[in-house]
């Protein structure tokens, strides 16, 4: 498995939205992204989008906690052989989330090559 600190990964993912066009980040609106080493369930994935989609939003109210995107380190780590590919794919599992986030469909996501 690919060995990178919490840290230097972090800075990763920080970079991954800074790469990312301003149009896609201009509407999120109280979304934290949080770095986790696995999910709960032991599960492979790469990523989640925990929240109101902005096609849900009518029901979303002030005080409400915020959306969470969540990258989980490990599983990118061991998806990823090495650094090139590790950005790469930070950044391919944001726009996937974030897309989750504007009510995009995991269908429509594949078939845009978003994940």
Known sequence: MLEISHEEFESMVSDG???LHDDMLE???NVIFLVEDRPDDGSDIL???EGFSLAERNIYGYGEEPDRIILFRENLLEHCADRDELAAEIRITLVHE???FYGITEERIHELGWG
């Open 17 to 19: 939205l800074d790469s």
């Open 27 to 29: 509407q999120l609106d």
């Open 47 to 49: 990523g989640v989008y």
């Open 98 to 100: 974030i897309a989750h």
